[in-house]
């Protein structure tokens, strides 16, 4: 049986301030609401993604009830309301959401890094839409429009928001928030930038920005020689040092993972023959393996890389959802940012389900000390493409360039097959930031009877 995830918040996919949550829907549904006032029509993606879900019956019927079954706390109440707000939202970059008081004083500032999601987010939490949202023709219509979205925001342009104002990602709050992570880095020390004293620190577009690549320096792969005991032959077993793939918090570590397995509303399980695209050859290579999951925030670093050194043996790239969650009864006694029953964040509350949902590539490494081991990536929300950057056949190190998330958060995940003991360092625990290239634990392979 599973063991419970412990939340421990949400890493910046919903505002941590109650002020910024509402100032946002609020501002997003205005301009929603005036649009449709003013009958402006919709932008060309918009309207095709609407075409397709009005044009389909099933998909149409199943909207309606989305909207019958939504909280209360929604404010989109119907289909062009929803469309009305995605149009707002294609045409500008994400940003930072100012929240002021009578006298028009910040009281608060917090990165709004997945906008669409917050639109999705309550909708997502009904029983119509765990149906409507794992439809392949919804998926369909609505990876268009991403991908349309990220079109613009690889466009010259789109880095709009990259400046020093209060709303802009460098200002005052946006700095702080970047570097949260980062120890006793600043940004720039951290990060590539083009330009380090520019405002937009020469980031030219939004997509730029958010693939920023890290210097090496800052986060360092630290050798670690293995030492055999006199007369132990190099082919016998040793532990060999697992590095962190991805930038990102500590979600839960399963050992024992099943091939077969369901996901229940609480204590999710991990199913491996769904995770990996129902291949049951790689399915059974795993079974009763661990798993490793830990995700990451919007200003989080977001590029993958190498956890072992190897061979990459297999790639997969799996069209998944975008927001399919398993609905519930909201957030559980002793959430770390949200109060007992509230209906947000469904989509957090529900990783283990996305490693068999959602959009994902499956990267397989052999290494001659432990085998085949996976890497996941998986896309969550508005991150519309996992671009891979490496081929079948390469060599690879710890600390290389796997590939990165392009426009959102997301999760990702490593698999050890049966057979091999993962064993993970003291300091990482369920909720903790762990940087890219850092020490995870060791891995061995464990002899089996004789």
């Not at 990536?377 to 600390?399: D, F, L």
Request: proline share 6%.
């Amino acid at each position: 049986m599973a063991t419970p995830t412990i939340f421990c918040g949400y890493n910046g996919w919903l505002p941590r301030h109650p002020e910024i949550y509402k100032n946002f829907i609020n501002r997003l549904l205005k301009h929603a609401l005036q649009r449709s006032h003013d009958s402006l029509e919709h932008e060309p993606a918009v309207a095709a993604f609407g075409e397709a879900i009005q044009g389909d019956p099933v998909m149409k019927s199943l909207f309606d009830q989305v909207f019958l079954q939504v909280h209360e706390q929604s404010k989109v109440k119907n289909f062009e309301c929803l469309l009305h707000e995605l149009d707002c939202i294609i045409v500008t970059a994400p940003k930072y959401e100012v929240a002021k008081d009578l006298n028009g004083d910040v009281i608060a500032s917090e990165p709004i890094g997945v906008p669409m999601y917050l639109v999705f987010d309550l909708l997502s939490n009904t029983a119509a839409a765990y149906d409507l949202f794992r439809m392949k023709e919804f998926n369909r219509a609505l990876k268009a429009l991403l991908e349309n979205w990220g079109k613009f925001l690889m466009q010259p342009g789109s880095n709009s928001t990259l400046n020093t104002t209060d709303e802009g990602w460098f200002g005052e709050a946006g700095i702080k928030n970047l570097e949260e992570h980062l120890g006793d880095y600043s940004f720039e020390e951290t990060y590539k930038c083009p330009d380090p004293a520019a405002d937009d620190r020469g980031f030219t577009t939004w997509d730029a920005f958010f693939t920023r690549a890290i210097n090496d320096r800052v986060r360092p792969i630290k050798p670690e020689p293995i030492i055999l005991p006199p007369g132990r032959p190099r082919t016998a077993a040793y532990p060999i040092p697992i590095y962190n793939a991805c930038e990102s918090t500590v979600l839960r570590i399963e050992r024992n993972v099943k091939k077969h397995d369901q996901f229940w509303l609480k204590g999710q399980s991990y199913s491996l023959y769904d995770m990996f695209n129902r291949n049951d050859e790689y399915a059974k290579l795993f079974e009763d393996g661990t798993v490793y999951q830990a995700f990451l925030g919007p200003s989080d670093f977001h590029r993958w890389h190498s956890p072992i050194e190897g061979t990459i043996a297999d790639i997969v790239v799996v069209e998944g959802t975008y927001y399919a969650v398993l609905p519930d009864d909201g957030a559980e006694q002793g959430d770390a940012e949200l109060e007992k029953g509230d209906p947000r964040g469904a989509l957090i509350r529900s990783q283990p389900f996305l490693t068999i949902e959602a959009t994902r590539v499956l990267i397989y490494i052999e290494s001659e000390d432990i085998g085949t081991m996976c890497f996941i990536a998986v896309g969550m929300a508005e991150v519309s493409t996992c671009q891979v950057r490496v081929k079948k056949g390469q060599a690879v190190v710890p600390g290389m360039e796997l590939g990165m998330f392009h426009f959102g958060g997301s999760s990702h995940a490593l698999v050890f097959p049966k057979g091999v003991y993962f064993e993970e360092e003291e300091v990482v625990k369920v909720g903790e930031h762990i940087w890219v290239n850092s020490t995870l634990g060791r891995a061995v392979r464990v002899p089996g009877p004789e």
